[in-house]
């Protein structure tokens, strides 16, 4: 099933810059949609999306998105719109959009369906109510089976964006991150996470959650506030291995685990197939940096997103890099933790150097007086460890 969009006609925004007495912002001046959001002075306009307002003034901040903002196409997850275990360079598109346009994905967890119990009866046993049980969720259980070897999630997509081609950028503006259902799970065992030797049987726990106060009801006297992000964001590997497994992230993205990706983020995959091929799933309604048990409170969400192509803009991306409104997030990945964070730290030096125009001497100094590197993924074969760099200490947006 593939279904094709035509750009929406929308009016034009102009920015202005107004001076206060201890910043200057980015203030939106516009007829069109009062609600639709502006991410680091880029217009969401779909006439002028890939415009940048810099000029030496601060960009605007991502924010997540208001209810009601529109978009371009809703695509469901049914057992022709998702892919279980790969992200694949050889799979039919099951959306097409252009560059700019908003896309509602519907993603399920893979929790309670890789299990022989129908998810009713999975989920029923830890006291949650049939009709909180997704009914695409039970479709996919019932037609399809996951491949053998393939890994244990269930992405949507892929999504063809039409002006995409290998060496540009893909810009994913997450702008808003929902939840499904009012439930989740953490699962783990012997031989799962960082501390493979820690237990000796398996341990799944389905998880409540309170969505009107926002936290997760862990145990009696334990509530952790939720912080919902996609795990698993992704465009097709190269077509020289045109499918891979779900399970270990690479320069395409997927399975990142990143826990900043929240409503209001933006991640930058290079591309690497014509039209890009994006693919979304893994909902995570919170995780700690590492999700060092194996996973985090795996849970079905619908993700809107903005997909934006910048022409070239991929050629010398080597990993996936991030930003949010603190900070900017610059990637390394490797087998070996060690490796790992000598990647990241050579990747955010690198970045400095070109953005803030530093020398290598003095990007390497700043890595080490103002960034903190942390292990973004510690258990999915390839680990991911990041540098976060804090957008407050340059005085010009970089």
Same mark, same amino acid.
């Given at each position: 099933m593939v279904t094709s969009l035509n750009v929406r006609e929308r009016n034009c925004r102009r920015f202005a810059r107004v001076p206060t007495a201890e910043r200057r912002e980015t203030v939106l001046i516009s007829s069109c949609n009062p609600h639709a959001p502006t991410f680091h002075g880029f217009s969401a306009c779909a006439q002028h999306r890939a415009r940048p307002f810099r000029?030496?003034?601060?960009?605007?901040?991502?924010?997540? @998105?208001?209810? =009601?903002?529109? &978009?371009?196409?809703?695509?469901? #997850?049914?057992?022709?719109?998702?892919?279980?275990?790969?992200?694949?360079?050889?799979?039919?598109?099951?959306?097409? @959009?252009?560059? =700019?346009?908003? &896309?509602?994905?519907?993603?399920? #967890?893979?929790?309670?369906?890789?299990?022989?119990?129908d998810p009713a009866a999975y989920f029923g046993a830890a006291g949650i109510a049939p009709v909180d049980v997704l009914e695409d969720a039970k479709t996919i259980h019932r037609s399809m089976n996951r491949p053998d070897g393939a890994g244990p999630h269930i992405v949507t997509g892929p999504i063809y964006v039409e002006e995409a081609q290998p060496g540009d950028m893909l810009e994913v503006r997450m702008l808003d991150i929902a939840f499904r259902v009012p439930y989740g799970v953490n699962s783990t065992g012997p031989g799962w996470g960082a501390a493979p030797d820690l237990l000796d049987q398996p341990a799944a726990k389905v998880i409540k959650l309170d969505l009107a106060r926002r936290v997760a009801l862990f145990a009696l006297n334990i509530e952790v506030p939720l912080a919902p992000f996609m795990g698993i964001v992704a465009v097709a590997p190269p077509q020289d291995t045109p499918r891979v497994s779900t399970k270990p992230p690479g320069p395409f993205g997927g399975n990142i685990d990143f826990r900043h990706l929240t409503a209001g983020s933006i991640l930058y995959l290079p591309v690497f197939n014509e039209g890009a091929l994006f693919y979304i799933g893994d909902g995570h309604a919170v995780q700690g940096d590492g999700e060092v048990d194996g996973?985090?409170?795996?849970?079905?969400?619908?993700?809107?997103?903005?997909?934006?192509?910048?022409?070239?803009?991929?050629?010398?991306?080597?990993?996936?890099?991030?930003?949010?409104?603190?900070?900017?997030?610059?990637?390394?990945?490797?087998?070996?933790?060690?490796?790992?964070?000598?990647?990241?730290v050579r990747e955010t030096a690198v970045f400095l150097q070109k953005r803030a125009k530093l020398t290598a001497a003095e990007a390497y100094a700043l890595c080490s007086?103002?960034?903190?590197?942390?292990?973004?993924?510690?258990?999915?074969?390839?680990?991911m460890v990041y540098g976060a760099i804090p957008k407050k200490i340059f005085k010009v947006a970089v």
């Open positions: 000029r030496g003034v601060p960009m605007t901040q991502p924010r997540p @998105i208001p209810p =009601g903002y529109p &978009v371009d196409a809703t695509l469901p #997850s049914t057992p022709a719109t998702v892919e279980w275990g790969y992200i694949r360079a050889d799979r039919a598109p099951v959306l097409r @959009i252009k560059s =700019g346009q908003t &896309v509602r994905i519907d993603t399920v #967890s893979h929790q309670g369906l890789n299990t022989k119990d996973t985090a409170i795996e849970i079905s969400l619908a993700a809107t997103v903005q997909l934006l192509v910048h022409k070239g803009a991929g050629r010398d991306m080597k990993w996936p890099r991030a930003e949010d409104d603190v900070h900017h997030y610059v990637m390394g990945m490797d087998t070996d933790l060690d490796k790992a964070l000598h990647c990241a007086l103002a960034v903190d590197f942390r292990i973004g993924e510690a258990v999915n074969n390839v680990l």
